[in-house]
């Protein structure tokens, strides 16, 4: 495969890209379209590339990864928990996204992960954080405990009193009344 060196040399230092990026990348190489495709096709196969989706790919095999698929996203709910050391349980990645994906449970990278949608008005209340050396977006405690009721799940009542203690009271009120929409 004569562009495959420096296709991965370009593409492996980022978390995530498309097809369209390897076919701009590859193109200005000299690269024909059905090479692109069976680099690609040959990359996933050799488990050296994994798709996160269609037309999706990564070179990093880590499940912190699979959010940027969903963009704009945030990791949130238990997710949120097992990534701001709440709780002390693994659990599984919880991506709440505004983009147009079916919410529920699917299979990326042999990773399990939840899906939610959001709407705009409650897209909000998170912050980047390094997790498994990659920066990414998750939701505050004041917001992740709304969207546990927003979602209706329900909580242990240890990690409740924990998630509670980590809260800001002023923060928490003014996140409801931006949700429900009332303004001082």
């Known amino acids: ?3 495959e060196s420096a296709f991965i040399e370009f593409f492996e230092k980022q978390n995530i890209f ?8 590859l193109s200005r190489l000299g690269a024909g379209e059905s090479y692109i495709r069976l680099m690609l096709h040959n990359l996933v196969r050799s488990g050296q590339l994994h798709r996160i989706g269609k037309g999706a790919y990564t ?6 990864i699979i959010g940027f698929r969903f963009r704009p996203f945030y990791y ?12 002390t349980q693994q659990s ?11 919410p529920g449970v699917r299979e990326i990278m042999g990773i399990k992960v939840i899906l939610h949608r959001i709407d705009l008005n409650g897209f909000f209340g998170f912050e980047y954080l390094n997790y498994g ?3 990414v977006p998750v939701s505050d405690p004041e917001k992740t405990l709304l969207d546990f009721i927003h979602y209706r799940i329900k909580l242990d009542p240890e990690t409740m009193v ?10 928490l009120q ?6 429900s929409g009332k303004r001082d």
């Open 133 to 135: 050396g990659i920066f």
């Open 59 to 64: 070179f990093q095999r880590n499940e912190a």
């Open 162 to 171: 924990e998630l509670r203690k980590r809260t800001n009271k002023s923060k």
């Open 18 to 25: 498309v097809t369209d990026d390897a076919r701009r990348f």
């Open 92 to 102: 599984v990645p919880v991506i709440i996204t505004r983009s147009k994906a079916n």
């Open 1 to 3: 495969m004569k562009y």
């Open 76 to 87: 949130g709910l238990q997710y949120a928990l097992t990534i701001r050391r709440i709780w």
């Open 174 to 179: 003014e996140y409801a009344a931006r949700i």
